[in-house]
């Protein structure tokens, strides 16, 4: 039977706060029969779910990525079914026994689509290679001409002087970032729009707008030279330019297996979009990774990756100076929790994969050095403890070096609670206005998710 | 520019000098992103406290993570309460979002305080607005010499307090030293403090803060002396309850003669005066009397109380059965309080009746309801709303006769059966599980059925399972 998760991880899995209740009032044995899981080939998790018609919902969840299935009518996902299955089998509520016959089915049907999806992957590959070359410079060149009128409208910024931009408003930005939209460098265009939260972001903006605006003419000017540049660093300025590599193309590069403690993650939202921003670290490789999903407005986001889980993965990693993006590509194996506590692993590997915080920002000076526009980096840092000086909030080490949190982070109380003035490890997100705690582990013994 | 910069500026070809000036600003910003130093020798926080006791095993600990994500069942406080009788702790990581729930929840906090271990407390300190914890009865904080001197009221009267709980006497004392020089709001509030420990030997200063100038002041005396057991005070309030109320000439009833004025004595002791009293107002004066003089003066009367409630009364029984009930809920006299639920009358009000529910002990309270409400026919919709006053969770008994009782007078309830239900829900013992799964799914085809009604089986269910948890 694979390790048992964790009512909190189960939780973290739900789409929103009323499935997650109703959840919570179906996970009780009463409505559920036929429940079982298996370890198998894939570890998997089903039963039946007396709902308000006459037969019983089929619901089953396999817990290697996890997916999930379940025959009621909602929109949401996981539904409230597989999430009550979820936690009935957290709570140590579902046996073992054998997959009946309408799981082992799904399981089947499931990965027959999953050879299919490859076998069209490798099928398209020289298609129309002519074509595409053509419309690739073509947009190449459109891009050129919208990121040399950028580099105009950058100096002429600093031309008239930033103290206009206070009173600019978001039209000022806005009508900028549009036409590169119509360049077709979008991810230019997102930054020219992040210029205009800048102005208002308290004591000090002039000198955070100023370096924003240098970071792009370091973009438009990298963009002129790409030719010179290196190949990796040629692609990471693509990529912030906003061209993106074709995720099968990223799934065919070289794969790096290890075991990722997902570190923790964070939700953002960008226009109508949800980003969801899971950050990973090797344990082997100690490489840094970061697994992004997108949702549109109020639906779920994708949650295969639970916070304080060891994942056994392919990682294929986006290229890039410094890479960091990465797609899951093939599991091996379910996922693991860590177990706290005596005897448990969870302190033994929270050591082996964690630093300081001086080891921590060398590590980020390194990445700084090959890809400069980087806006966060992950720490995971073995012993600290949350203080409050005059300043704001700090992580501090028990050496006494400590680190500010993000001005736009709220209060750590949480943390302050759960380490009581004792340091554990913290994962968090490191930026150039300071830390986003994501997950605690305080004392090094319990998960506590920030 | 800093010195590891100047080569790669000067390298900055110098064409336009806006161009010049980005380039050399993103030189600097990412070396200064780079070269970010840690802050030095900061001062290590305060550490927590060791716990005694063991935390609440994680089932539990992820259940309340559960409840006060988007808790709209109110269960927090039973939850907190199975972890105070277990002796076991919240999860420490939750304490912020109690401590904001407490904010609002006053009914909270006295759980809080136990359920949160040391932790809680150390963590209240450090935020204003977790204050209310270090007034929590059972946690009192520690009495603080400089919040008496120099402190505003609220911190004085927290000191007071504190030093009543510790030695009662030397509260009186700290409070009678600067009781000249107090301010007549500051005389009122700063008074309230002395029901902390209140015995006889605070009667000579009460007596004279029934002089004050400030009537306030001495309404609060007047009250806390009529809780003092063999105060004089009382023993006043005795002899005029016994001019007020007196067996007839043959022995059978009681007749009763509100005063017919307030007299200085009588103002003195508490009592509001009118020029022209009507009838109200002497009756009212009458409720007061007979609500502030010790029950045992009734003994003269007749042999127990019962007996003296059966009497039939000439004049004034509503007062005077509410101002028996005032005596019975300060007195905390439970053979009163059953008696005056015994012979329960039309004109008892519904909170006088709560009231005497809850002087009684919980098992009398629980068994009184029961039979109360048991039986054949339609239940009393009045005793049904008396449940709302018997907290949870009620026994196994009151629990079924609960059931019974609401699914034979459906139909008379009207919407009453979702309030209802609500409570049954929350207050059933889990032992009756069953029970409750069976009267939910009785209501499923009902037309008197509704969601609470329907939810009672799996909030019983739930609550069941939230308490296995703590095994």
Known sequence: MPDRWSAEQVRALAPDASSRNAAAKLAVPAPWSDTGCTEGSVPVLWGLCAGSGKSPYQTCVDLSEPAYRCSCPSRKFPCKHALALLLLWSGGGVAEGAAPGWVSEWLSSRSQRKERAEARREASGPADARAAERRAAQRADRIAGGLDELDRWLADQVRHGLAAAETAGYQHWDGTAARLVDAQAPGAAAAVKRLGSTVGSGAGWARRLLSELALLRLLTSGYQRLDTLPASLADTVRSRVGLTVPQEQVLSSPPVRDRWLVLGLRDEQEDQLTVRRVWLRGLTSRRPALVLSFAAFNQPLSADLVPGTLVDADLHFYPGSQPLRALAGVRHGAPELLVGGPGGELSAILASAAGDIETELEGYASALAAEPWLEAWPFLLASVSPVCLGSGWHLVQPDGLALPLHPGVAEPWALVAACGGRPGAVAAEWTPRGLRPLTGWPSSERLVLL | VPAGLSGVV????????????????????????????????????????????????????????????????????????????????????????????????????????????????????????????????????????????????????????????????????????????????????????????????????????????????REIAAELLARVEGSAYSGRMALRALECVRVSADGKALEVTPPGAVDASLRRDGLRGASTPTPADRLGWLEMIVGRAPLRTWASLAPSPVDFLRKPVHGGRPALRAGLAAAAA??????????????????????????????????????????????????????????ESCPGPWSVELGRVALDAVRRGRRGLGWRIHSLCGLIARRLPVELVREAEEFSAQFLDDEYGGRAVIEVGSMVAFRKRMQEEFA
């Open chain 2, 330 to 387: 300060t007195q905390r006299d439970s053979g009163w309080a059953l008696a005056l639920l015994a012979t329960s009358a039309e004109t008892d009000s519904h909170p006088m009746a709560a009231a005497l529910l809850g002087v009684l002990p919980a098992a009398r309270r629980n068994s009184w309801l029961a039979g109360e409400l048991s039986g054949r026919g339609k239940p009393d919709p009045q005793v049904l709303g008396l449940l």
């Open chain 2, 10 to 217: 000067q390298a900055i070809s110098a064409g336009d000098p806006a161009v010049a000036l980005l380039d050399s600003a993103a030189a600097a910003t990412v070396y200064r992103r780079a070269g970010v130093v840690a802050l030095r020798d900061v001062e290590l926080p305060e550490v927590a406290p060791v716990e005694e006791l063991p935390l609440a095993p994680p089932a539990a600990g992820s259940r309340l993570s559960g409840l006060l994500g988007s808790d709209p069942t109110g269960l927090v406080v039973e939850w907190l309460g199975l972890a105070v009788e277990r002796g076991v702790l919240a999860p420490p990581e939750l304490l912020p979002s109690l401590l904001e729930l407490g904010r609002r929840q006053t009914e909270l906090r006295p759980l809080l305080a136990k359920a949160g271990g040391r932790r809680v407390r150390w963590l209240a300190a450090q935020q204003p607005d977790w204050g209310y914890l270090g007034r929590e009865g059972g946690v009192s904080a520690a009495p603080d010499p400089e919040a008496w001197e120099l402190g505003d009221l609220g911190l004085r009267l927290d000191h007071l307090r504190a030093v009543r709980a510790g030695d009662p006497a030397a509260g009186r004392e700290l409070l009678a030293g600067t009781w000249a020089s107090e301010g007549p709001a500051e005389r009122a509030t700063l008074l309230d403090a002395m029901e902390v420990g209140l015995s006889l030997a605070d009667e000579g200063f009460l007596e004279g803060a029934l002089d004050d100038r400030r009537k306030e002041v």
